[in-house]
């Protein structure tokens, strides 16, 4: 167990939805990274947040969006959704400093129909 | 900006074989490097890392070594199992932001 948490594990929705991710981070961990992971694909990242701020933004479209709130959990939103965004969504956390490692939850398939 | 390149896949052997997955880097200043693994339907963990020039990091049989003057930590192992079969992916983590490579298929077979 890697102490982060996501929900929900599956996810099916439609065409033009909208959905919500959640991460725990690990205790104390104030770095929250999204990926996003497609079949075949390797890991895209998306965006990072540090202790509720934006840290750095990766491949990330202007349909998805995130935050980090004063409990250090995190959200991602994906808006009018779209075939091609069915993947499988990693969020993954770490202490600050530079010999540190990131700790991975164990993702939510997103299947868009 | 900082980044990872690794071979790219898939790459497959038969069990007991030498593998080796390359992993060059781009970094201002001095990195911490990681290799995490990726079990079918599984999230990511970390393998072994290495957090200074010429630092050999190490877990279940896998080595790799950080190489400053060539920008490289290339995973190694001599003796692949079936159970090794799995995706790789080098990291880098210059000062706390983790930056992955785009992964490295591994298929053992018997």
């Known amino acids: 167990d890697s102490g982060v948490t996501q929900t929900p594990k599956h996810l099916i929705t439609a065409t033009g939805q909208r959905v919500t991710l959640r991460c725990s981070p690990r205790s104390g961990d104030l770095s929250v990274y999204w990926y996003q992971q497609s079949l075949d694909q390797g890991l895209q990242f998306l965006i990072q947040y540090y202790n509720g701020e934006e840290r750095a933004k990766g491949n990330i479209l202007e349909r998805f969006s995130a935050q980090q709130f004063p409990d250090l959990h995190s959200e991602l939103n994906l808006s009018s959704l779209e075939l091609g965004d069915s993947a499988l969504y990693f969020c993954?956390?770490?202490?600050?400093?530079?010999?540190?490692?990131?700790?991975f939850g164990q993702g939510t398939r997103l299947t868009v129909v | 900006g900082n980044s990872v390149t690794q071979m790219e896949g898939p790459v497959t052997l038969s069990e007991e074989a030498f593998l080796t997955i390359n992993c060059t880097y781009t970094?201002?200043?001095?990195?911490?490097l990681f290799w995490y693994v990726q079990y079918p339907g599984e999230g990511l963990q970390l393998l072994l890392k290495a957090t200074k020039a010429d630092d050999k990091g190490s877990n279940k049989g896998f080595e790799a070594t950080y190489r400053k003057e060539t920008t490289s930590f290339h995973l190694e192992k001599g003796s692949v199992q079936v159970s090794d079969s799995a995706v790789y992916f080098c990291a880098l983590s210059p000062n706390g932001d983790m930056r992955f490579g785009a992964g490295t298929r591994l298929t053992v077979k018997p």
């Open positions: 993954a956390s770490s202490a600050q400093g530079i010999n540190t490692e990131a700790f």
């Open positions: 970094a201002t200043g001095y990195p911490s």
